[in-house]
């Protein structure tokens, strides 16, 4: 059959759309920031990569995400299906035990950065918006990869560097001021300069979390005192673990009351005392310092002012125990 050169069609569905992971649009989660891995192995969480070209595409399937960590366990690789794949973070050793990450609440163990990376290509503002990089363009120049142990976004001696090129040795640009590279650290003098392939990379913190509870503050408060006396307060302290990080996520909080008061009728009764929805189990976090919860004690038909202690029992999600007590003055 001859060809028809009169003959031509479209075809309105072809579409090239799927390119190289670029850094904005590289994303890193875990399923659970604070697991119980501190004092038990094989407590796992999974953390998840999502991955999309300059478009918003995701990128091309079976695209290559590698994956480090301070300590505990983790994959060492996925491949993408649809933008996106995920690997397990297994708890046990290494655990980290003397840190210099955040001083704050004097965190100094447990807290185990995972980087993920994969080849990519440095951002760059399209101001044409002809899905090319041009001269003059503003691009986000990357350096080396590396596994932020201390949590400051400056590489440190003993911090594991992924090298993308030796002969990458210019100076680097401060960090985007809007905080989108706050986990996306790189190297100082690593640089090139020029914008071009690149590692994206992103780094998330995992807690091994102690079933063990740390010291709570305040663990001392005062009953307000009025008249007509009021019978209803809440007080809120802050719950830190052994290492003073957050306990392990879905650690419950149960409360004894052996708050007393007098009533309208002359008798030494005790109050209740409850935590609400919200305080009374270990929310999913990575925050230095613990967690905050609220306590509430309620009498009724008070004469005197409500006094006494309170027991606190934390059952982590392996049914460990631990306790404390809080007292009311």
């Not at 990569?49 to 983790?74: K, M, Q, W, Y």
């Not at 091994?208 to 006396?229: D, R």
């Not at 919200?278 to 967690?291: F, L, Q, R």
């Amino acid at each position: 059959m001859a060809e028809d050169s009169t003959v031509v069609t479209q075809s309105t569905n072809l579409t090239i759309s799927t390119g190289r992971p670029t850094q904005d649009r590289f994303s890193l989660s875990l399923g659970t920031f604070n697991i119980e891995g501190w004092n038990r192995d094989g407590t796992t969480t999974n953390a998840t990569v999502h991955a999309f070209d300059r478009l918003g595409n995701p990128v091309a399937d079976g695209t290559v995400i590698n994956f480090i960590s301070e300590g505990a366990g983790i994959q060492p690789s996925c491949v993408t299906a649809s933008g996106a794949c995920s690997v397990t973070i297994t708890s046990g050793e290494f655990r980290p035990r003397v840190d210099s990450e955040p001083s704050t609440f004097a965190v100094t163990a447990g807290r185990v950065t995972v980087l993920a990376y994969a080849q990519g290509e440095e951002s760059f503002d399209d101001l044409n918006q002809n899905n090319l990089y041009d001269s003059g363009e503003v691009f986000r120049d990357l350096g080396d990869a590396f596994v932020d142990n201390t949590e400051n976004q400056t590489w440190g001696s003993g911090e594991r560097e992924i090298q993308f090129s030796a002969s990458n040795t210019t100076a680097c640009p401060a960090y985007p001021s809007d905080g989108r590279y706050s986990n996306a650290p790189y190297k100082a003098g690593t640089c090139n300069g020029v914008w071009g392939a690149a590692h994206v990379r992103r780094t998330q913190v995992v807690v091994l979390s102690s079933h063990v509870v740390g010291t709570v503050t305040p663990s001392v408060f005062t009953f307000p005192t009025s008249v007509p006396q009021v019978c209803t307060a809440s007080f809120t302290f802050r719950m830190p673990d052994a290492n003073n990080n957050p306990m392990p996520a879905g650690a419950a909080l149960t409360a004894t009351s052996n708050v007393t008061y007098t009533n309208d009728t002359g008798e030494t009764v005790k109050a209740t005392v409850s935590f609400p929805p919200g305080s009374n189990t270990v929310s999913n976090t990575n925050a230095p310092g613990g967690t905050f919860h609220t306590v509430v004690v309620e009498g009724s038909k008070c004469t005197s002012r409500l006094t006494g202690s309170i027991g606190v029992t934390v059952t982590s999600p392996s049914g460990s125990v631990s306790g404390f007590n809080l007292s009311i003055n």
